[in-house]
């Protein structure tokens, strides 16, 4: 009886010893958890930098597009005006150069922002 007790024994002590070395099915399934957890994570920041990404080339896709409008609008301004110039042919024509100065100037400098703002994003 006393030895039947002593393997019983032995026994007990040698499953918990075992149980406790190998990890529990809680602690397998935590893991991989984290793991999932981790990996959603870098999917996210991923995804997130794409969409950062999109948002600036659109709002530099705006800016230009706002700045051509508002060229093409004053071109279209000063073409009227030369066409009803009653002024007399000289300064007519001195009134249009000017007005194709300062439209050329108004290009290359709204070049230079979209160049800026392409650099930037």
Same mark, same amino acid.
């Given at each position: 009886?006393?030895?039947?007790?002593?393997?019983?024994?032995?026994?007990?002590?040698?499953?918990?010893?075992?149980?406790?070395?190998?990890?529990?099915?809680?602690?397998?399934?935590?893991?991989?958890?984290?793991?999932?957890?981790?990996?959603?994570?870098?999917?996210?920041?991923?995804?997130?930098?794409?969409?950062?990404?999109?948002?600036?080339?659109?709002?530099?896709?705006?800016?230009?597009?706002?700045?051509?409008? /508002?060229?093409? #609008? $004053? &071109?279209?301004? !000063? =073409?009227? @005006? +030369?066409?009803?110039?009653?002024?007399? %042919?000289? /300064?007519?024509? #001195? $009134? &249009?150069?000017? !007005? =194709?100065? @300062? +439209?050329?100037?108004?290009?290359?400098? %709204?070049?230079?922002?979209? #160049?800026?703002?392409?650099?930037?994003?």
């Amino acid at each position: 009886m006393k030895s039947i007790f002593m393997v019983g024994a032995a026994f007990l002590a040698m499953t918990s010893f075992a149980i406790a070395e190998e990890p529990s099915m809680a602690d397998k399934a935590g893991a991989q958890m984290e793991k999932a957890g981790d990996a959603t994570k870098d999917a996210m920041n991923k995804a997130g930098d794409k969409t950062k990404e999109m948002y600036k080339d659109a709002e530099v896709g705006t800016k230009k597009a706002g700045r051509k409008a /508002k060229r093409t #609008a $004053k &071109k279209g301004m !000063n =073409r009227a @005006e +030369e066409a009803v110039c009653m002024d007399g %042919d000289v /300064k007519c024509a #001195a $009134k &249009k150069a000017g !007005n =194709r100065v @300062e +439209e050329g100037k108004d290009a290359t400098v %709204d070049a230079a922002k979209d #160049a800026s703002d392409t650099m930037k994003k």
